[in-house]
C-alpha cells in the first residue's frame, strides 16, 4: 500500500523484557524438567475475585438475561452507581469529586496511554525505571522525553530537583508521571514531597498525571490520591484502578479523575477527556460496573483490605530475608513490588540467571523498567503464602 | 496550565444530534405528559442476551470466585478459545483467517478510532452521511477528509467514482471507510460493488477500513465480509462487533481482522495493531470473553439469528407502511436501519418535529448524520414487536 504510517512506531523498542524473561524459563526448563519453579515476576493477582464482587456480576448476568432488566449501551463515563461509589471511595481520603470529574475505563492502561491523545508536543517527564507504558504511548506520538533517574540516592522517587537536572535547564508547562506506590521500585512519595511536586506543576504550568494503581498497598501515613495535596485540581490528573486492589486483573475496571477546572490554553481538560472518551469508548459492561461497585461497598473494601494483607504478608517474609542477609531492597511495605540492589554487583540479568539457576525463582530484572533499573530485580508478594514461603527458604539458603 | 493541548479538538463539531433531540422530546413532555411516545431513534438493542451467553457468563463468574480457576491478565488480543469461535464464525462465509490476523477488542467504536493512530497524514474518504466516530478520530488527529455523497442518485452506495469526484482528482494511498450493511442508510454493497472498491484500492495502494457491525442482518446474497472479496487481505482491515448481533451494546465484544502481510512504507500493519494493542489495551474481561465465545457457537448462532429475526419482523412491518403510502425510503431488509425519505420535501428536523407532535413516534434526524443525511429520517427496528405494530398504526393514519 502507499498510505503513510505513523512512523513513530520506527522508534519503539522491541519490548522484549517479559519475552525474554519467558525464552530463558523455558530454556531452563528444557535442561531441568524436574525443577520446581516459583514465579515471582509478573505482577498479576493470584487471589480470586471478593465473593460480594462475584455475587453482584453473578446477579448483574441475571438481569441481562432479562427483558425487563436488560441493559443496552451505558454512559461512556460509567452508571451513576458507580460513579457515586468511587466519589465514596475518594471521601475515605478527604477527598470532595464531582460525579462529572470521575470517568471509568477498562483499565488504568488504557487511560493513562489514552490521555496522551489530548495534548500537543510538550516534553514529557518520566522517571527511570518506570511502568513502560508511560514512554511507549508518548513515543507514538513521536514526544520528546526526559527520564528523571529513581535511584538509592533519592530513595527512587525523584523530585522537581531531579527533573531539572534531567532536562538542564528551568521548564514550563511539561507533562510529569507520577506513579505512588511505584510500579516497579515499590517506593511511596509521603504528603510533603507530592506537595512539592504539586507546588512545582502550578508555578510552571506543568500538568501531573498521577497513577496510583497501588494505592490500596499503602499501610503507612501516605497519600492515597494527588487530590489530597492541596492545589493538585489545578495541576493534576489520576489514573487508579480495581486491577490489585479487588483482583480485577482479568475483570477490568479503573477510572480516571479530570478536575473541573482544569485549562491550559483556554482548553477544559474535562470537557475534552469527555469528548474523547464519548467519541472512542462505548463503557464497562453492565455486570463489570456491578462488580466494581460491589467492589468500593463497605463490605467490597473490607474484603479487598483482606486481599491485600495476604500479599502485604508474602512482602514481609521476603523483606525480612533480604534485611537478614544485608541485601539493600525498597518497596513491599506500601507496595507489592519488592526493588531488590542484586548483591555483589551483579547486573539485573546476571542476578536474575543465578537465581532461577540456583535457586528456581524467577523475578523480574529491573534493567528492563529502564537505564536506572540496572543493577536490580523485581519481586512481586502476588504469589500464594506456600510458594512465597518456600521462595524463601530458598534465599535464605542461597544467600550468604 | 502552560503545556500544549491538541489543537484539533477545536476544530470538533459539538456533538449535539442526539442531544438535541433529547431536549425537543423533553420540551414535547411537559407540553403533553399524557402522551405515549413511542421511541425509535437510537440504535441500541432491547432484547436481552440469549440464554446460551448468560449461562456461559455466569459460569465464568464463578471460576473468578475460586482460586484454582481465576483468572488474571488476559492475553490482550484475547483467549484462544474467543479467537477460535472468530475464526469458525469467519469459516460459514468462506473466509480463512489465522488466529494472530484476529483480535477482540471491548467494541467497534473503540477499534475504528484507535485504528487512526497507526497511520500517518493521508487523505481520509468517508461516505456522507456515516457514523460520526469515523469523522470525529480522524478530526482529533488533524487529518483531511473527503466526503462521498450517499445518495438516491447512488442507492446509498457510493464506489470509487463517487470518490474521485469528492476529491477532484486521481488519488493515491487515501484511506476508505465503508460500513455495510450501513449506519444509517441500512444500503448494502453487492459482492460486484465490493470487488470494485477492492480492485480500486489495490490500483491505487489504498487501505479500505470495514466496518461490517451489521453484518448479522444481511438476509439477501450479500457479502458478510470485505475478506469474501479476493485481494481484500492486501488492502482491507475490517471491524465487526457482537453488539447488534447478540445485544452485547452493554456488554462490549467486538474484533478487528488486519491481514498479516499488510504492509505500507516497509512496516506491517498487524505489528503495528499489536504493539498498539500490547502497549494500551488490557484485554477483554474473561467473562465477557466466554460470554462472546457462547454467542459464537452454534448453539450461540442460532439464537442470535432469531434476535435479528425479531428485529427484522420489525423493520419489515415498518417498510411495509411506507411502501402502501408511497413514501421513499431504503434499508431495512438487510440492516436494522430504515433510511425513510422526508414527505412533502420536508427537512430532516421538520419531519422529526412533525412525528414527534402529531403522532408522538421518535426518530433520528437525518441531517445529524452529515449533510446529504438531510431530507431524510432513520428509524430503528431495536423496538419491541408491541411498539413497532402500534407505531405503524400511527404511521398509517398520519400519511395520506
Chains 1, 2 share one sequence.
Not at 296 to 311: D, H, I, K, Q, T
Not at 374 to 395: K, M, Q, V
Request: with cysteine; glycine share 10%; charged share 20%.
Amino acid at each position: 500500500m502507499k498510505i503513510r504510517m505513523n512512523e513513530n512506531y520506527r522508534l519503539l523498542e522491541k519490548n522484549y523484557l517479559f519475552s525474554e524473561v519467558a525464552r530463558r524459563l523455558a530454556r531452563f526448563r528444557e535442561a531441568h524438567p524436574e525443577a520446581k519453579i516459583i514465579h515471582l515476576g509478573i505482577g498479576d493477582v493470584t487471589l480470586p475475585l471478593p465473593e460480594v464482587v462475584t455475587r453482584a456480576m453473578a446477579a448483574a448476568v441475571e438481569e441481562m438475561a432479562s427483558q425487563e432488566t436488560f441493559r443496552g449501551y451505558a454512559p461512556e463515563a460509567g452508571y451513576d452507581f458507580l460513579l457515586e461509589a468511587i466519589q465514596r471511595h475518594y471521601q475515605r481520603f478527604g477527598v470532595e469529586l464531582a460525579l462529572g470529574e470521575i470517568f471509568s475505563c477498562d483499565g488504568a492502561k488504557s487511560d493513562v496511554a489514552n490521555l496522551t491523545e489530548l495534548f500537543g508536543q510538550n516534553l514529557v517527564c518520566i522517571p527511570d525505571p518506570v511502568y513502560p507504558v508511560y514512554v511507549d504511548s508518548n513515543r507514538m506520538l513521536g514526544r520528546e522525553i526526559a527520564f528523571m533517574p529513581a535511584t538509592e540516592d533519592n530513595d527512587y522517587l525523584p523530585g522537581p530537583a531531579e527533573l531539572e537536572d534531567a532536562v538542564g535547564h528551568t521548564v514550563e508547562g511539561v507533562i510529569i508521571y507520577l506513579c505512588s506506590p511505584n510500579n516497579p521500585t515499590g517506593a511511596v512519595y509521603d504528603r510533603a514531597q507530592l506537595e512539592e511536586w504539586v507546588k512545582f506543576a502550578r508555578a510552571t504550568g506543568s500538568l501531573i498525571i498521577f497513577d496510583s494503581a497501588y494505592e490500596s498497598f499503602i499501610a503507612g501515613d501516605y497519600p492515597h490520591s494527588i487530590f489530597e495535596v492541596e492545589g493538585a485540581k489545578e495541576c493534576a490528573i489520576e489514573v487508579a484502578s480495581l486491577s490489585k486492589s479487588a483482583g480485577f486483573t482479568g475483570t477490568r475496571c479503573s477510572w480516571t479523575v479530570v478536575p473541573a477546572g482544569l485549562e491550559a490554553g483556554g482548553m477544559n481538560l474535562n470537557e475534552m477527556w469527555s469528548r474523547r472518551q464519548t467519541t472512542k469508548f462505548n463503557g464497562v459492561p453492565y455486570v463489570v460496573q456491578r462488580g466494581a461497585e460491589a467492589a468500593l461497598s463497605p463490605e467490597g473494601e473490607a474484603e479487598c483490605e483482606a486481599l491485600v494483607a495476604y500479599y502485604r504478608e508474602n512482602a514481609q517474609i521476603m523483606g525480612a530475608v533480604f534485611e537478614e542477609r544485608g541485601v539493600a531492597y525498597t518497596g513491599g511495605a506500601n507496595s507489592p513490588y519488592l526493588w531488590v540492589s542484586c548483591p555483589n554487583g551483579m547486573g539485573s540479568w546476571e542476578f536474575f540467571d543465578r537465581l532461577l539457576e540456583d535457586v528456581h525463582l524467577v523475578g523480574t530484572p529491573g534493567a528492563g523498567f529502564g537505564s536506572c533499573g540496572e543493577g536490580h530485580l523485581r519481586l512481586t508478594s502476588f504469589g500464594s503464602h506456600e510458594a512465597t514461603a518456600e521462595a524463601c527458604e530458598r534465599l535464605r539458603r542461597y544467600l550468604p
